[in-house]
């Protein structure tokens, strides 16, 4: 045998024991999937005659056609990786993820098309389902809000099964440093790529931590040195920052969170469609922000909140606060939007100036300084009256909030209406 001839077959050799060896790797994880079925006989993806289901012959074109048709290429070229269908616009995946239902597959194609989605047409970024999720390897299992600390993995019942071996971003975050009396600092975290994600956050970052203009970089706001933020991820001391809901937090807040201390949450916990029955992620929603469920009295956001936390807040047994959440106090009830009192029920005084809402507030003109985080988290200080400062802790720098001296425990706001809140020079002390 020639040199020549010794050298392609040691090629071709090598070449096959790398395609057996990666398939394997690759067959272990597609056999245990929801697309090959999770190793179950009758389950997996269907779409032609003569395959078994969890076939890869349906989905990919192995031999470039199937009964002698072949449509015509798309832009002149062959589809990528052998497919039936471009991923353009998701339509490979819509041929089961729609109204048809097939394969008992939820219909994720009508969660797109609400109001607000994670829509491939989007103008600022086309968003794909390959781009969150690896067909190769998702299957069924949703997380368990409070329980499960932002995991992907896969155990015995699955973490976040849709999104198991995903790539995303690891984030690394430095403190803020110390804001001026009417401003806000933000630190945002520095990213890196990340192979399988293991927190749903870093999936979420891979478009929302500053790479693509027209997203807000999300980092900054969740930062876990922040003076308040909602814990997607927890700051070294691995609590919660919030001290009183930390020591009333099994009056404060609801299951599942008033048994879980210092839980962490998933992006999805808050953002996902506005029925539960819905399949869960955020797919979609009618709500603005891709919120879940808002209905209630005059769709409040407070309906919102209250899906964790607990409505009377002085009712639950937590002395030192003259703000019960409930219909005794109106000025801190939610009042819809014809009242005159409160308009952004929870917002009003949580959570920092909203844009889409800002309008509503009669009677304040101005954000009351430099506010830019919201509910996600915050590191802004206010400015008292005597010149001294006092940090935003508890989210505590909503619409209506002028001014909050965490010292003196008094805080000033500007609001029209029959209550007409607590200005500067009749402060309401808590």
Known sequence: MSKTRQQIFYRCGLTAIFLLTSTAVLAGNYLNSGHGGYNTAGKGVSRLTGYATGNCAHCHEQHASIGGVEPAPTSG?????????????????????????????????GQIAKTYSHDPASAISTVLCNDCHNPHVAKPGSHSAAVDGNQVGTTTTPLSGPLLKVDGVSATWTAPSLPGGGTETLSTAALTAKTPITAEYELCFKCHGGQIVGLTNLTGQFNPD??????????????WRNAAIRANYTTLLK?????????AMYCSDCHGSETGSDPAGPHGSSNPYMLKGTA????SYDNFCLTCHVNAYNGGGVTGSGFPHNSTTAAHQ??????????LGCMACHGGPDNALYAKVTG???????R????????????????????????????????????????????SGTDACHLATTSKTW
Not at 296 to 299: C, I, Q, R, V
């Open 77 to 109: 070229i062959p589809s990528a990786y052998g497919l039936f269908d471009t991923l353009s616009g998701n339509a490979l995946c819509n041929y089961c993820h729609d109204t048809s239902v097939k394969n008992g597959a939820p219909d994720i194609a």
């Open 226 to 239: 922040n003076y308040a933020h909602h814990p997607i991820a927890l700051d070294g001391t691995g609590q």
């Open 255 to 263: 299951a599942p969170w008033n048994a879980n201390l210092d839980a």
């Open 296 to 299: 209630g009295p005059g769709s």
């Open 334 to 343: 939610y009042q819809g939007e014809a009242a005159g009192q409160n308009k």
């Open 364 to 370: 304040v003109s101005s954000n009351g300084g430099g």
């Open 372 to 415: 830019v985080a919201t509910i996600h988290g915050e590191n802004f200080r206010w400015t008292n009256p005597d010149s001294s400062t006092s940090p935003a802790d508890k989210f505590l720098l909503g619409g209506y909030l002028l001014g909050v001296n965490t010292t003196t425990r008094t805080c000033w706001a500007g609001m």
